[in-house]
């Protein structure tokens, strides 16, 4: 690692709403049109950089993770995050000799469009997530990894205390500092919808959805439903396209 590097930022980017703005939020707010593009501007807007940013995506063998990274590798193409981001590093971490083949994420059937988060629970999810990018941070010089749970949040694996001490585990465990944070934990939906608006983020191009049909979303699982729910709560149009979207 280069010593007069800052420490760089891992998030975890799925291409879902919520951490396509996550994402956006830690690379702050692009350059305005006109700024000073002189060498020493450049030199300044270089130091003005905290940290570079790294987008990790986590493959666990679950039905819906060649769409989310085909939608995730087109996003990142696009503004805010073209040129302004790492590679997204792609890693794996199968779940399906823990998983059983009849589990609904494996077999990509998703519960209806009205059930609670509770039937959507992966057990065990965001410890698997972090685990596996935290090894790969600390052999890459990174020391902070953002994940994105909303306000209202009900698994265990979702919580400030549950961050904090796995935060320290792994570092304990790998020798190395790895802080957790969850920007978004304070926000619903629909607030993470006007927060991606005002950086810029092509939210039409997120894909939040456990039974995409063609990179499309299915507009009949919960997780469709929230977010059709949560753009009608923000105002302004809806610009996702639904296989079947409801009334």
């Known amino acids: 690692m280069n010593p007069t590097r800052p420490p760089g930022t891992a998030v975890l980017f799925s291409s879902g709403l919520d951490s396509a703005v996550l994402l956006a939020q830690a690379l702050g707010r ?11 501007g450049r030199e300044r ?3 003005s950089v905290v940290s570079p940013v790294t987008p990790i995506y986590v493959n666990a063998g679950l039905a819906w993770e060649g769409h989310e990274l085909a939608a995730a590798r087109r996003l990142l193409h696009e503004s805010p995050f073209a040129g302004r981001v790492l ?6 971490m199968d779940m399906r000799d823990v998983y059983p083949e009849t589990h609904w994420a494996v077999r990509g059937v998703a519960p209806g469009y009205d059930t609670p988060d509770e039937d959507v629970y992966i057990q065990g999810r965001n410890i698997v997530l972090v685990s596996k990018s935290a090894v790969y941070m600390a052999r890459h010089g ?3 990894i953002l994940i994105g749970p909303l306000a209202g949040n009900p698994f265990p ?3 400030p205390a549950f961050f ?14 790895i802080t957790i944070e969850a920007p978004l934990l304070l926000l619903h939906k629909s607030d ?3 927060l991606g608006r005002s950086l810029g983020v092509p939210l039409q191009l997120t894909l939040s959805c456990m039974q995409p049909r063609h990179g499309v979303h299915c507009g009949a699982c919960s997780k469709c439903r929230e977010r059709i ?9 809806d610009p996702t396209e639904y296989a079947v979207k409801p009334g």
């Open 30 to 40: 692009p350059p305005a049109a006109g700024s000073d593009d002189t060498a020493a």
């Open 45 to 47: 807007s270089s130091r």
């Open 229 to 237: 729910d949560a753009f009608r709560e923000a105002g302004g149009k």
């Open 87 to 92: 590679p997204l590093v792609s890693l794996q």
């Open 142 to 144: 990174m020391d902070r």
């Open 157 to 159: 694996d979702a919580t």
């Open 192 to 194: 993470v919808i006007r």
């Open 164 to 177: 904090d001490s796995l935060g320290r585990t792994l570092s304990i465990g790998l020798a190395t500092s």
